[in-house]
């Protein structure tokens, strides 16, 4: 990795506002797009998790989203796909009796290793797709008010639905933060040799490396952190009786997209217990 | 009955033998337009956080609109009457939404949507951003960001704002367009307390309060504190020290026409002396032919990919000779961070190419670990990235780096920390979280230069310190630019940027002028950068006549063009 850019790299945390059909759902629909691909893409058989990664793709397209952009966040992710692939490829499963694809010495690659390495791929690859589709077309603010719209009956019976919802928002809005803070620290570090994307070293070199990083990144962003709560507190804000300023005028046809992303979820478990890649 | 009341309020941060308030008593009445000055660590953000009930007095009241400040019961009432607007704009916004951020304040008021309605179009309306309401904060400027921030304060409908040093982050246009806005809230008759380290901002109050070490040092006019400010270890804007130097009683708040206009007056009534000094200004300095940094046609952009990759750079051409000192100026956002990143091979160009010390950043070749420590970069806020718990451990990071070790090492360590007035032997043990703001800054300079580099590039070097230490961080920049050292420094300030040898400006992602300051600030200049003069460039406009043929950039220089036309100006 020679470039020093981490927020390059992220495709989670990062709102680019649109007039898409999709960016028009209301945050509670988000939230229910965002759980109709993840659980495929978690649970369901690889022809499921196929299907939930093309349509967050499609998904993605229509809101204006370049698959790229909703993948860039697993940039950093390939060389442990790559060491996977390796372990893989190294250590034999017992009682595997799938034909050897590659064979060097006394180790080989299987088909079933080969199987297991793709699967484990298409799931990070579809997961990542997902919440890069769900943060890129949502708002913090919309995930706020999506999740306490999601988790307004549990409040009814005292569950803290609005602080959990702002204890989240906060934590996606910190993200392209931290990274920031990281990126900046790194450059200062590397300035002063610190052996950071001049791809030296093994893994231990490089983990000690960014030993100098901790420390600074966690303490500028507990400093902003902090700068955040007393500039809310100035505002105001306890957490309690607060009303709502944004409206979500409810789209046309909102019941039927509902009803197809539950239908492509149902599907995608089908396909994945049925189609047997 | 004042708005505000404190009565030998005293307050001291949890560890800290030194109070960072003591028993300070102050009234500050409704609609007043005050500022409040003081070096770091003088007391005055503590002081604006016990008026709004963010800190509570250890000792001592504090009444804000007749309500005890430090009861817990009151902090919403509080609030409501005294709005804050902070340093960084990105640490204030809660939403990502411009709009919905204004709401916010009455959103916690619990007030109904209709009025939250009504008050969010006023606030937007009152600092002009109606235009940007369903726009991202992010992509606002950071003086946008600031008045979105007043829009929020405002919201509240309090009859008082307090800011905390709102204007420290941001350029000259943004400043201006703050210091606007504050005017017009003024005018509306909302009490203003304006925390700054510029005593040209704090001119424009009605009334000027001073903090050193916690007490209330000062309290009058700004025309007094002109008067005062040296025995505040409190320095002068340019206007009075130029005002100062050219025997002048410095004015407040001063435009250049109208001190220009004293100028001429008073040397008319002065017998045309004698003194026959030589013209201003040092000769420009020889410099080597050979580029220490080529930047041939380079683009960079942030988010590369993403549909708001917006470039940073687009097309930059720049030469820096060796041995140069050369200022990057320009707006925010206009590619100055970018640029010294492409220096130092810590960000690449995808298009173009840049030639740092003669290597070519992007060849596969490029050694870059070595190359960054040849040209270091010292990033924004570089205190922030100190990581070792002792200061002398901190400043070895870089020299260890290079393969350093025992006697060797502890000479550089020592040689670094010596040259930025953080004596080795009194410091290298100290932790470097105990330092103060500016010990801090230069002992992250020192790290730099442990390394001994054949060029330095700072990224805003003196952002954000108090008068004092932004002096002694000057002093040191001016060190490493006589001794040889290829220099590349972002500013904001125009008066730093005329002290180097070359003024490179950046506008819209190239480079739109690069010259001697003198020949930039008096002929290339070109208003549409969004930039200043330094006032003593607008001041020898102003006058004309022998000045102006000397091209002064600073006081001294200034003075010396009057001496040397004889008392004509």
């Given at each position: 990795m020679r470039s020093l850019e981490f927020s390059r790299n992220l495709s989670i945390g990062q709102y680019l506002a649109g007039d898409s059909p999709v960016h028009r759902q209301r945050p509670a629909t988000k939230y229910l797009g965002l759980a109709c691909l993840a659980a495929p893409a978690l649970a369901a058989g690889p022809a499921g998790l196929a299907l939930a990664l093309a349509l967050a793709l499609a998904l993605g397209k229509a809101a204006g989203l370049r698959p790229g952009f909703l993948l860039r966040g697993l940039v950093p992710a390939l060389p442990f796909f790559a060491l996977t692939a390796i372990l893989q490829f190294l250590f034999g499963w017992p009682g595997d009796g799938s034909p050897r694809l590659l064979s060097l010495g006394p180790v080989a690659l299987t088909a079933f290793e080969l199987r297991l390495v793709l699967v484990a791929m298409g799931r990070c690859f579809a997961l990542v797709a997902a919440i890069g589709l769900f943060t890129s077309v949502s708002t913090e603010v919309e995930m706020a008010h999506g999740l306490e719209d999601v988790l307004a009956p549990a409040a009814r019976l005292g569950f803290p639905a609005h602080r959990l919802a702002l204890a989240a928002t906060t934590a996606f809005r910190f993200v392209p933060l931290v990274a920031g803070e990281l990126e900046a620290v790194v450059k200062a570090q590397a300035s002063r040799g610190g052996d950071f994307g001049t791809g030296r070293g093994g893994p231990i070199a490089k983990a000690r490396a960014y030993l100098p990083l901790f420390a600074p990144v966690t303490i500028r962003a507990l400093e902003r952190a902090e700068a955040l709560a007393e500039a809310m507190e100035a505002r105001?804000?306890?957490?309690?009786g607060r009303t709502r300023y944004a409206r979500y005028p409810r789209p046309r046809g909102e019941a039927a997209v509902r009803a197809a992303l539950l239908l492509s979820c149902a599907a995608a478990f089908a396909a994945g217990s049925l189609l047997r890649i | 009955m004042p708005l505000i009341e404190l009565e030998s309020a005293s307050f001291s941060y949890e560890g800290q033998d030194r109070p960072a308030l003591d028993r300070v008593s102050l009234a500050i009445g409704e609609g007043e337009y005050v500022a409040l000055v003081g070096p770091n660590g003088s007391g005055k953000s503590s002081l604006l956080r016990l008026m709004a009930g963010l800190r509570r007095p250890s000792s001592g009241s504090v009444r804000v609109a007749g309500l005890d400040a430090s009861a817990a019961a009151n902090a919403r009432a509080l609030r409501s009457v005294l709005g804050l607007v902070f340093q960084?704009?990105?640490?204030?916004?809660?939403?990502?939404?411009a709009e919905e951020d204004v709401a916010f304040g009455p959103e916690n008021l619990g007030l109904p949507r209709a009025e939250i309605g009504r008050r969010v179009d006023a606030a937007l309306a009152a600092v002009g951003l109606e235009a940007e309401r369903r726009r991202s904060p992010r992509f606002l400027s950071p003086g946008q960001q600031q008045r979105l921030a007043i829009a929020g304060a405002l919201a509240m409908e309090g009859r008082f704002i307090g800011f905390d040093e709102a204007t420290a982050m941001l350029d000259p246009a943004g400043r201006a367009s703050i210091l606007a806005a504050m005017d017009g809230l003024s005018a509306r008759g909302v009490g203003l307390l304006h925390v700054t380290h510029d005593l040209e901002e704090a001119a424009r109050a009605d009334r000027v309060l001073a903090l050193d070490r916690g007490r209330l040092a000062f309290d009058g006019s700004p025309a007094e504190l002109l008067r005062a400010a040296p025995g505040l270890g409190l320095s002068l804007p340019p206007s009075a020290a130029i005002a100062r130097a050219c025997g002048l009683e410095p004015e407040p708040g001063e435009g250049a026409a109208s001190l220009a206009g004293r100028i001429r007056r008073s040397m008319k009534s002065r017998n045309a002396s004698s003194s026959a000094a030589p013209a201003a200004g040092a000769a420009p300095r020889r410099l080597g032919p050979e580029p220490a940094f080529r930047v041939e046609e380079a683009s960079f952009s942030y988010l590369a990919g993403g549909a708001d990759g917006r470039p940073a750079l687009d097309g930059a051409t720049l030469s820096l000779p060796r041995g140069a000192s050369v200022a990057l100026v320009g707006r925010t956002g206009s590619g100055k961070s970018s640029l010294l990143q492409l220096l130092d091979a810590l960000a690449f160009p995808s298009a173009g190419r840049v030639l740092s010390l003669g290597v070519d950043t992007l060849s596969r070749e490029a050694d870059l670990r070595a190359l960054r420590t040849r040209a270091p970069l010292s990033i924004q806020r570089p205190e922030s990235a100190l990581f070792e718990f002792y200061a002398g451990d901190d400043v070895a990071y870089g020299p260890r780096n290079l393969g350093l070790a025992g006697k060797e090492l502890a000479a550089r360590v020592r040689a670094a920390m010596d040259s930025v007035g953080l004596p080795y032997e009194e410091f290298r043990d100290r932790p470097s979280r105990s330092l103060s703001g500016g010990e801090a800054r230069r002992l992250a300079l020192a790290g730099v230069l442990a390394l001994e580099p054949e060029a330095l590039l700072l990224d805003e070097p003196t952002s954000s310190l108090d008068p004092a230490a932004r002096e002694a961080v000057l002093a040191l920049v001016e060190t490493q630019r006589s001794s040889g050292r290829t220099l590349a420094f972002a500013t904001h300030s125009m008066e730093e940027a005329a002290s180097a040898d070359l003024v490179a400006v950046l506008a819209a992602g190239r480079v739109a002028a690069c010259a001697p300051p003198r020949e930039l600030f008096y002929e290339a200049y070109d208003e549409a950068w969004g930039l200043a003069r330094p006032y003593a460039c607008e001041l020898a406009l102003a006058l004309g006549g022998r000045v102006l043929e000397a091209r002064p950039l600073n006081a001294a220089e200034v003075a010396a063009a009057l001496r040397a036309g004889g008392g004509r100006a």
């Open positions: 105001c804000y306890t957490g309690e | 960084s704009p990105a640490d204030q916004i809660v939403s990502t939404v």
